[in-house]
């Protein structure tokens, strides 16, 4: 890539970040706020932030301040939203707010994102890791 179209990506990738900073206000957890964008063919085509299931109390966390098992991740959500849309998201770039966890790098990994841009890393960096052996292109932009 030039050096021209990777400094108009770059601006891309900070304002899709930025969208999902926004994104992850949303959010009802009082531990961390999370949030996820899709974008396909320079389209967002789906968003998510951290939170219970539909239908659940919007408080995500136990009375010892534990996040309950049941929170679904921000990019988890992202993913669930486009399986009940007509998208899809192979070749798709995944904006978060904080790396993807392990469990979230296989869903990630079988939605067929070629790309993750992250601003945190999370500190368990094993899904990170499995992502980038399985070929997806990963990039931490901290501001």
């Known amino acids: 890539m030039k050096e ?3 400094q ?6 900070k304002a899709y970040l ?7 206000a949303l959010s009802h957890c009082s531990r961390r706020q999370v949030g996820a964008i899709i974008v396909k063919d320079d389209m967002i085509i789906s968003d998510g932030y ?11 966390e ?12 921000a990019e988890a959500n992202a ?8 998208n899809n998201s192979r070749d798709a770039i995944l904006y978060l707010t904080l790396s993807p966890c392990k469990d979230c790098s296989k869903l990630v990994l079988q ?3 070629k790309k993750v841009v992250f601003k945190e890393l999370y500190k368990d960096t094993s899904g990170v890791d499995f992502l ?5 292109e990963i990039i931490q932009i901290a501001d």
């Open 62 to 73: 136990n009375e010892q301040g534990e996040t309950e098992w049941y929170v679904l991740h």
């Open 18 to 24: 930025k969208m999902a900073e926004s994104w992850s």
């Open 132 to 136: 980038k052996s399985a070929g997806i």
């Open 79 to 86: 993913i669930l939203k486009v399986a009940k849309s007509t």
């Open 111 to 113: 939605a067929g994102i």
């Open 50 to 60: 951290n939170g219970t299931p539909a239908g659940f109390d919007n408080c995500c």
């Open 8 to 13: 108009k990506q770059l601006r891309y990738d």
């Open 4 to 6: 021209k179209e990777q």
